[in-house]
């Protein structure tokens, strides 16, 4: 296993069944200590939470920031039965993609949790739409797709083509990492767009580059879809990764 100590955090080739899940005691105040692997295995896990910052031994390469949003979320995919059902397809559908995302975002030495971006985007289904006309299994509109080398046509459309779907959208986000310093806002401006997201962290923040936690301080001005965009994806990632804990048979 090869993990980066900084810039774009990676997790060299490593599949998301192969993760091991470490445990933190829940946070007195503001702080989250590691719990040591013997403690660990002695905590009940509804009584332990996960790290509040990348933690490769964890099996995290992006922030497993803890946040209500966050636990809202993880509550919802387990106890609503049509989102527990959409869940539990999605982790399954995860299986038949994740080799080839795994590679691609090694060899670009990008995040493997940014798999999860692809889970809540489209729930690994390469031929979703969405309302708005986005497609593919990055659900990419028209003209991003196209910015990032997509044929789109009546005859082609090469959103619905997981592979080249998947170079456009590293390259993407690589884009929008470089541009903000984080990858929590990258997200939202995948989700948003990233002019909107540079103007809001211009006016909160003074500055467009910030860091994972400067997403939860410009979200209550960011659409409710994007508020939510980075909570959806942790919560789902930290189910993926230890789906008994949380109830699923996976």
Partial sequence: ????????????????????????????????????????????????????????????????????????????????????????IWLNRMTKYETMISKKLDEREMPQDLIFLAMIESGFNPRAKSPAAAGGLWQFISETGRRYGLKISRKIDERNQPAKATDAALSYLSDLYDRFGSWYLAAAAYNTGENRVGRIMRETTGSERGTDRDYYAIAHRLPKETRDYVPKMIAAARIAKNPQAYGFDI
Wanted: net charge positive; charged share 25%.
């Fill in 1 to 88: 296993m090869r993990i980066k100590t900084s810039g774009k955090r990676a997790l060299g080739g490593l599949g998301m069944a192969a993760i091991a899940v470490i445990y933190t005691v829940p946070r007195a105040g503001s702080d989250s200590s590691p719990v040591s692997d013997a403690v660990a295995r002695m905590l009940p896990v509804s009584v332990t939470r996960p790290l509040d910052t990348v933690d490769a031994a964890a099996g995290w390469d992006l922030a497993n920031i803890d946040n209500p949003r966050v636990d809202s979320w993880v509550r919802r995919f387990q106890e609503s039965a049509p989102m527990r059902r959409t869940l539990s």
